[in-house]
């Protein structure tokens, strides 16, 4: 079964610092992973999906890379800014042979706070 | 563009009481519909997905179910709600194995 684990749970940064976030996973057999960002009492905002192909993606000031053999994701975010505060979670996808349908197992969230 | 819709946003309803949480999607034919529950402290959690009309897959043992009796309709319901029921409930569509999108929530509260 698959585990999805972020480390840390929650991070304060000071605003124009840039953030890195961690995302691992135990089974390597993934289709795809995809990251995610939820503000409090809302749905999911897709930011970035890395193909089991690729090795990152970048959309803006985001770069997410993909590490499939070590298990491993990380989500990089440049010179941050208070906007940016939020949760961010990963989830990967598509992890059952033959099952159809992207089914996502997520990680438990990084809390992410940017300070003025 | 494709759009996902979900309503209510915000529900409380007493112990026993039925519940019917509706989804719709715009915009694309024949989506993979899904429905993930996030209750405090316990992360997302898939509940049921679909792949076609009529065509559910239950993830985990559970009070609720799921029926998708259109294209781009999906809906959750309990015949009799419990305390343990409340959380936070998302409905999202992908297309395939390519990127998943999600609806707003709602906000379920059994008292």
């Known amino acids: 079964k698959q585990e999805v684990t972020q480390i840390p749970a929650a991070l304060s940064v000071p605003e124009g610092e840039n953030l890195v976030l961690n995302c691992s996973f135990t089974d390597s057999a993934i289709y795809n992973l995809q990251w995610f960002r939820q503000d409090p009492g809302k749905g999911l905002t897709s930011l970035l999906l890395?193909?089991?192909?690729?090795r990152e993606q970048t959309s803006g000031r985001l770069n997410a890379s993909l590490d499939k053999s070590s298990g491993r994701s990380t989500l990089y975010i440049a010179a941050s800014q208070p906007g940016d505060s939020a949760t961010y979670l990963c989830?990967?996808?598509?992890?059952?042979?033959?099952?159809?349908?992207?089914?996502?197992?997520f990680g438990g969230g990084t809390r992410v706070l940017v300070k003025p | 563009s494709q759009t996902i819709h979900q309503w209510p946003a915000t529900l409380v309803q007493p112990v026993g009481s039925p519940l019917s949480l509706e989804c719709t999607v715009e915009g694309t034919s024949n989506p993979n519909l899904y429905w993930y529950r996030q209750a405090a402290g316990r992360g997302l959690q898939l509940l049921f997905y679909s792949v076609g009309i009529g065509q559910i897959s239950s993830e985990v043992p559970q009070n609720l179910s799921a029926s998708r009796p259109q294209d781009r309709q999906f809906i959750l319901s309990s015949k009799k709600l419990l305390l343990s029921d409340s959380g936070f409930y998302l409905c999202a569509w992908s297309g395939g194995w390519s990127e998943a999108f999600f609806g707003q929530g709602t906000r379920l509260t059994v008292v």
């Open positions: 989830a990967s996808g598509g992890q059952q042979p033959g099952a159809a349908g992207n089914k996502l197992t």
């Open positions: 890395i193909q089991s192909s690729q």
